[in-house]
């Protein structure tokens, strides 16, 4: 079973997983879930509504689990979708944290791989970086709408991660499982660039000058919450953007490369990929 499975990860783990023949059920809030691929069967999973946890994970031999952003309260939700898991049977859980969890306990992750640990169920923590897809996310109103990026990550630097790649792992680890248990795996694109470098890239693929524009944390905890986004949402999302000035994403490590058995995509790969994503509003 696939959480999120509606959402930029997980609809790539449904479809890794498929491209390998295992059968899939993607969870999300709502069954109502479109262009599936053949195998796959969608079913409801809430974490604010305890009650789908069991019909949802019922018959499921293993779980692709990962936080979404709104929820901060990971005890009486994900952790509890675990133990409920574990009580259907469930024999494998990936997890997918966040580079730096491991020893972070201001990040919600944290919490969800203490819980694991300590349980009886193999589990498997995948803790990528900084998303590259979150330029077309996060970042893309921004983008279209003032031809910037606005970020507090002063001139750190990031090694993006590509989802389709983490994908490709989660897929890999979960077929594999045996292979994988008790394993914590750090995972980075190959190499790290700044902001303006990233605003470079997405000038030059735009053929239209994109800035940086060095946000102060108050200012980026502002814009957020005049999105209208939930103040334990805005805390993480600024921790985690904060981070990048001392350095936080700029480690690469070689460990994507190594479970793909090839070169991890770049930043200037995904870009080239989804060029369309960012028109001039």
């Known amino acids: 079973m696939v959480t999120g499975a509606s959402g930029n990860v997980g609809r790539e783990v449904v479809l890794a997983l498929a491209e390998l ?18 195998g796959v069967d969608p079913v409801e999973l809430d ?19 990962m936080r979404p952003p ?40 944290h919490r969800v791989e203490s819980h694991l640990q300590a349980g009886d169920v193999p589990w ?11 330029l077309g996310d996060a970042y893309r109103a921004e983008i279209c709408e ?8 002063g001139e750190g630097k990031v090694a993006f991660i590509d989802v389709r790649d983490i994908a490709n792992v989660a897929a890999r680890v979960l077929a594999e499982p045996k292979n994988h248990a008790g394993r914590a795996y750090d995972l980075t694109g190959s190499e790290a ?40 949402q805005v805390v993480i999302q600024t921790i985690l953007h904060a981070d990048m000035r001392r350095g936080g994403g700029s480690g690469v490590t070689g460990t994507l490369g190594s479970l793909l058995e090839r070169d991890p995509r770049t930043l200037a790969d995904y870009v080239r990929d989804h060029v369309d994503l960012w028109p001039r509003a």
């Open 193 to 232: 660039v700044s902001f303006r470098e990233v605003a470079a890239t997405l000038s030059q693929a735009l053929e239209r000058e994109i800035s940086y524009w060095p946000a102060s944390i108050p200012g980026y905890f502002r814009r957020l919450r005049s999105q209208g986004l939930p103040v334990p």
């Open 47 to 65: 974490f604010f509504r305890p009650e789908t946890f069991a019909p949802a994970v019922a018959g499921a031999g293993a779980l692709f689990l």
């Open 21 to 38: 023949g295992i059968p899939v059920r993607a969870a999300d809030r709502s069954r109502r879930q479109e262009a599936l691929p053949p």
């Open 124 to 134: 498997t923590i995948l803790r990528p970086s900084f998303f590259a897809q979150n």
């Open 146 to 153: 003032r031809d910037r990026i606005y970020v507090p990550a």
């Open 70 to 109: 709104p929820i901060s309260r990971v005890g009486p939700t994900l952790n509890r979708l675990v133990d409920v898991a574990a009580d259907s049977g469930v024999r494998n859980v990936v997890f997918l944290s966040v580079i730096g969890a491991g020893s972070n306990r201001m990040v919600p992750h």
